[in-house]
């Protein structure tokens, strides 16, 4: 379950695109932040994606992804001209592919690899989806197949694709606009596949273009229920409709943050064992199954776009660190599904699974602090389009050894007073298990 934003420039405080997305998956699916670089392909050259293998384009961009660990492809990402995409597991009344086949996640790398616009990544999406097919096992330890949506925007435009199995419509936006794991397109699109209408048609879920909707007659009922979706796509969409024209970084950050508009200072991911918010936190199952285990936030200015990314679980409790394609993140050890101090997202999961023993008293510790380095970090990054590659880079190093000595310090500070609240039984039994998988230290 994920959510995605977009704000184009006409909706935004300085006249830039901005693209936003939490990554939500198992607690224990490490989220990887990688740049790969730009390369030349020889003629007959083939590509791996995470099931299927298919053939090589000419030249492929670099670009910068934030990944599950154990896939080819990514959940999010951005390219070196700019294009971000995002994307959302979907759920039909037609069913999702069993069989390999190329993953949403497959189809999001591909595009950013060979497009240098989001149109044109549109159409490479589009065109691959339609000649391979989506398919194939996107969970972790537990097995999951799904269709797609995406949310890709460059600097200058911004579209919504949404998919189900070959089929597919897509929407230019205009302001703004939010995705979640539901279809939101209905009869207003401005591209679709050439069977989108005649299948709904054949199947009685309507009699031709002019009654045809794509959410009404495509979508399920109880995942697209469950996944509490469409509530999550109201408030996200709402958040950013209400700051129009005033939206900026911090405000797309605050976004991913967000846990719902009842959300006081005493608010607890364990209260309840159905529900979602914007800033996604596992429960005890069947129903909170997802957690956001990686956001990025990009400002896609024309001339040089600044990236921030997570690399961490729960936006809430983490750090949005910038980077640059030519002064990308410190390289580490990828990480795996079990623990690993020597990686960015398994360091910070001791301050994570730490502050959920007593969420509402610990995160406020440390949360005041956490905004104040934040936001002194964003606005020296967005300062520091005319510095050369050299200052940008050893800017980068110190965010992350900032950080890094940051929640050290926060964990020390949480560990040192006592749960004044223990979380709810079943929510920490959850995490017991989630935390002896992972094979978590003490």
Known sequence: MCDTLVATPDATADGVMLFAKNSDREPNE??????????????????????????????THAVMLSKPFWMWGAEMGVNEHGV???????????????????????LLRLGLERAASAEAALQVITSLLEQYGQGGNAGFTHSLYYHNSFLIADPQEAWVLETVDRHWAAKKVHGVYSISNCLTLGNDFDRFSPELVSFAVGKGWCKGREDFDFAACYSD?????????????????????????????????AALRDHGAAAGADWRPDDG??????????????VRVSQSVGSQVSH??????????TGTSAPCTSLFKPAWFDAPWPEETP???????????????????????????????????RDELEANWTIQALQKDV???????TFVRACFEQGNVAEDAWLNSILGVMPSRRPGRLHATAWKQFDRQAQMPG
């Open 30 to 59: 490490a989220q990887h932040v990688l740049l790969v670089a730009a390369a030349d392909h020889e003629p007959g050259a083939r590509v791996r994606c995470t099931y299927i293998e298919i053939p090589q384009v000419a030249h």
């Open 335 to 369: 990480p795996t599904g079990v623990y690993d101090p020597g990686t960015l997202f398994w360091r910070h999961e001791r301050l994570h699974r730490q502050t959920l023993r007593d969420y509402a008293a610990r995160i406020a510790r440390y949360a005041p602090q």
């Open 273 to 286: 064992l159905t529900g979602a918010q914007v800033c996604m936190h596992v429960g005890f199952g069947p």
């Open 387 to 393: 510095q050369p590659t050299s200052e940008r880079a």
């Open 84 to 106: 971000a995409i995002g994307n959302e597991a979907i759920f039909s009344k037609v069913a999702a592919n069993q069989q390999p086949a190329l993953l949403g996640m497959d």
């Open 221 to 253: 009922f109880l995942y697209t229920r469950f996944s509490d979706s469409r509530n999550r796509c109201d408030r996200s969409g709402g958040l950013l409709h209400e700051q129009r024209g005033q939206l900026d970084v911090a405000a797309m950050m």
């Open 300 to 309: 896609l200015h024309p001339q040089l776009p600044t990236h921030f990314f």
